[in-house]
């Protein structure tokens, strides 16, 4: 059985504990290859390679440093077959997904970052008195890079580009529930001539890996993607000991749909972000409010498109939804169908497992569930479910909606559907998300901020700010002989 391996000191190596955890293929429930299930020994090791490579690392001029990146990748690009067929087996999402969305920006993450770090700049202030303050940004030392298994190669890349450009070492712990493209990274990162130790991946649990590199004192930033709660225990570890960090957390986001919006391209593009990756995108729209006026419209019209959704084989071109991403993942997200139903909500479409075994996929599939008549203060409209269930609602007003809409603990993202530009812009001063689309969803330049308020995490950055905060500021004041 194939066998993932560290990548440290720029090689492939077995954990120190020479034992590995099962790597589940999604779509079929099956064990397909194993896992180094490493700990703080692997962690020791790699620190000490990062350690090592950073005094020539952050000194290495920008422009080397952007051409590896570069290499990085057109690397990536030239392998997106390979890599979206490793992450769509890994993660149970549809290939074309895969190959569409996730691999390409994971390609774009390198290639943003290799020509941000040659612009990148730094704030001089003439103070004319005979002084000049300046703003030295030097790389932090070795940054900890810990991210979740739903854009497995995506949200990796996001993290170390930006770390690595910046000229620090990075260690980077993927998600053990969808190592594969870490793994294959690894190799392109070999392949592009990165300098031994600069990256490093070990691979493990959360609570071994993730926990060890939270803890170590010698790692003072972190830049972490998962839930809410992890997000909560590793602030708790890096806070005493004063470490930068960016933490992008849970949502539960709500969409917007007024009467008087393009409702064809609505309905579309809302059927796209409540249910694409299986719902599993930390910015779907799963609290759905539609105005009165075409509320009855919009439930027939959608629920006959959810329910028309093809589940299958992640491989196959008509598949719109693969597998959901464990046997743990889909039991949540039923429980939380479950939930709904002994809360009063109607289920209109789904609301039950799919058996898909008589053609060879004994794995963990989830019919496209949508719900209605449910309070938006109950526990369903509260919690990130994180899986292909919404949630539908009425509303009247702008008023009403917003109070529906601010009501989570969440704030992460939201999408807004009008053709009225003045409330398009109200409602974006009102909501309380880090992101608002209007008229649209998932459309990012990579220069905007990135992430969430309340908590759905902290240190929101984007483009050049992400270069900021894996480099420290030191004011340098000089003055001089007028
Ligand atoms: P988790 O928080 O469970 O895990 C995220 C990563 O943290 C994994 O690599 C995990 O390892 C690791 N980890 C777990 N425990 C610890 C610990 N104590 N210390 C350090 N690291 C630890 O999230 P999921 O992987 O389940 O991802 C889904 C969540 O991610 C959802 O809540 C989703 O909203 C959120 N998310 C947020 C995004 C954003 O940009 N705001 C984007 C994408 C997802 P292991 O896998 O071994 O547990």
């Avoid at 954990?15 to 293929?25: A, L």
């Avoid at 962690?43 to 005094?55: I, K, M, R, W, Y």
């Avoid at 594969?180 to 130790?197: E, H, R, V, Y």
């Avoid at 880090?434 to 984007?462: A, H, M």
């Amino acid at each position: 059985m194939k066998k993932i391996l560290n990548y440290i000191n720029g090689e492939l190596i077995e954990p120190k504990s020479n034992s590995y955890i099962d790597n589940f293929e999604p779509a079929k429930g099956e064990v397909y290859s194993l896992i180094p299930d490493s700990d703080e020994n692997d962690v020791e090791l790699a620190l000490q390679a990062a350690e090592e490579a950073f005094p020539t690392w952050s000194k290495t001029p920008k422009e080397e440093r952007s051409a590896i990146l570069k290499k990085i990748a057109d690397l990536i690009e030239e392998n997106l077959d390979t890599l979206a067929e490793a992450e769509s087996r890994d993660n149970g999402k549809p290939l074309a997904l895969a190959k569409k969305v996730d691999i390409p920006r994971a390609s774009h993450n390198f290639s943003f970052y290799s020509s941000a770090i040659i612009h990148f700049e730094s704030e001089s202030h003439d103070m004319e008195i005979g002084a000049i303050n300046y703003t030295l940004r030097q790389p932090i030392g070795v940054a900890a890079c810990i991210s979740p298994w739903n854009l497995p190669l995506y949200l990796f890349s996001w993290k170390i580009a930006p770390a690595i450009a910046a000229g620090n070492c990075v260690i980077a712990k993927p998600s053990e529930i969808t190592p594969m493209t870490a793994f294959l990274l690894s190799d392109i990162c070999i392949k592009a001539g990165l300098p031994k130790g600069v990256l490093n991946i070990v691979h493990g649990y959360g609570h071994k890996v993730g926990a060890a590199l939270t803890a170590h004192p010698k790692i003072p930033v972190i830049s972490f993607t998962g839930g809410t709660q992890t997000g909560e225990s590793i602030a708790k570890v890096a806070a005493p000991m004063f470490k930068k960090l960016s933490l992008e957390l849970g949502g539960k986001n709500p969409t917007i749909i007024f009467d008087d919006c393009d409702y064809d391209k609505m309905l579309n593009t809302t059927i796209r972000s409540a249910f694409a990756n299986q719902g599993q995108i930390c910015l779907c729209g799963s609290r759905i409010y539609v105005q009165k006026g075409i509320y009855d419209k919009f439930k027939k019209d959608f629920v006959e498109k959810v329910s028309q959704l093809k589940v299958g084989n992640p491989n196959d071109k008509s598949t719109d939804q693969g597998a959901l991403v464990s046997k743990a993942h889909m039991e949540k997200v039923l429980s939380y169908i479950q939930l709904a139903k002994d809360e009063g909500g109607k289920i209109l479409c789904g609301g039950e497992q799919i058996d898909l075994s008589a053609k060879g996929l004994n794995g963990w599939f989830i019919a496209p569930t949508v719900i209605e008549g449910l309070d938006h203060l109950c526990r369903t409209n509260q919690e990130e479910i994180f899986g292909p269930v919404v949630t539908i609602t009425p509303f009247e007003t702008e008023e009403e909606v917003l109070t529906y809409a601010n009501s989570t603990k969440y704030g992460l993202a939201s999408s807004l559907w009008t053709e009225n530009l003045s409330r398009s812009q109200r409602m974006a001063q009102k909501i309380h998300a880090g992101i608002v689309w209007v008229n649209c969803w998932l459309l990012r330049d990579l220069r905007t901020p990135f992430g969430g308020v309340k908590q759905s995490g902290v240190g929101r950055e984007g483009g050049f700010e992400v270069l900021r905060f894996f480099t420290e500021p030191k004011n340098v004041c000089i003055r001089f002989e007028n």
